[in-house]
C-alpha cells in the first residue's frame, strides 16, 4: 500500500476531477454540435449523389471536396489555423469555449461522410415504395429514410465520440484543458509519470463507456 501511495505521489485528485469535467463538457457540447451540422450535410451528400432522389453531380463534388479537405487536414493543424476564427466567435482560444469550434470543424464532415454511408445501407426498396406513395422528398427523409438508418446513425455517433475524446486529449497542446491538457502538462513535460498513468486510464474507460451505450442503442434500434 505505502508502495502504490507512493506512486500516486504527485496525483491532485481535485485537479483531476476538474479536468475530467472540462472533457467532458468539450465532449458533450462538440458531439451536440457536430450533429445538428453533421446530419442534416450527410443526408445532403445521400440525396445528391449520382441515382438518388436529388442527383446534383456539381453539389455533390463540391460538398465532396470541402469534406475531404477538412477530413485529411491533421486535427492538431487545425487547432493552430482556427484560432483567429476561435477568438473571433468566442471570445478566446483557450479552455472548454476555445476547443469547442475546432472539434465541431474536424468531426462534422468525419461524422457527415457516416451518415451517408449509413444512408446508403437502407434498401432502395423502402424508398421506391415511399415514393409510389406520393411523400415528398421532405416525408421521405423524416418517414422512410432516418428511420430505417437508425442504427447506422447512432453507430456513427458512436464513433464520431470515441474520435472527439482523443481530439479532446490533443486540444490540451493549445491551453484546451481537461484530461489532455493535463497530460501534457504535468505527466510529459514534467515527466509525471502517475498523473500520465491516471489520465490515460480515465480516457480510456470514458470511451469503453461510450462504445457500451453506443452499441446497447445500435442493438435497441436494430430490433424489427
Excluded at 475530467?20 to 462538440?30: A, I, W
Excluded at 437508425?150 to 481530439?167: C, D, K, N
Aim: charge should be neutral.
Amino acid at each position: 500500500m505505502d508502495v502504490l501511495m507512493s506512486f500516486f505521489s504527485n496525483i491532485d485528485w481535485y485537479e483531476i476531477w476538474l479536468a475530467t469535467c472540462d472533457t467532458l463538457l468539450m465532449l458533450g457540447g462538440s458531439l451536440l454540435f457536430t450533429v445538428l451540422l453533421g446530419l442534416p450535410l450527410g443526408v445532403l451528400l445521400f440525396l445528391c449523389s449520382p441515382r438518388q432522389l436529388l442527383e446534383a453531380k456539381g453539389v455533390y463534388a463540391m460538398l465532396s471536396l470541402l469534406v475531404n479537405i477538412l477530413r485529411s487536414l491533421p486535427f492538431i493543424i487545425l487547432l493552430i489555423v482556427m484560432i483567429p476564427f476561435t477568438v473571433l466567435i468566442t471570445g478566446t482560444s483557450l479552455g472548454v469555449a476555445g476547443a469547442i469550434p475546432p472539434l465541431v470543424v474536424g468531426a462534422t464532415p468525419f461524422f457527415a461522410r457516416l451518415v451517408e454511408t449509413a444512408l446508403r445501407e437502407v434498401d432502395r426498396g423502402i424508398i421506391e415504395a415511399t415514393q409510389a406513395m406520393g411523400a415528398t422528398t421532405r416525408q421521405i427523409i423524416i418517414n422512410a429514410l432516418l428511420p430505417e438508418a437508425r442504427p447506422g446513425i447512432f453507430a456513427a455517433i458512436t464513433v464520431t465520440a470515441i474520435t472527439l475524446v482523443s481530439y479532446t486529449a490533443m486540444a490540451g497542446v493549445v491551453g484546451a484543458g481537461g484530461l489532455g491538457d493535463l497530460a501534457i502538462r504535468f505527466g510529459y513535460q514534467r515527466f509525471q509519470t502517475d498523473v500520465m498513468v491516471v489520465t490515460v486510464v480515465l480516457l480510456l474507460m470514458l470511451v469503453q463507456v461510450l462504445q457500451t451505450v453506443g452499441d446497447k442503442l445500435v442493438v435497441h434500434f436494430s430490433r424489427k
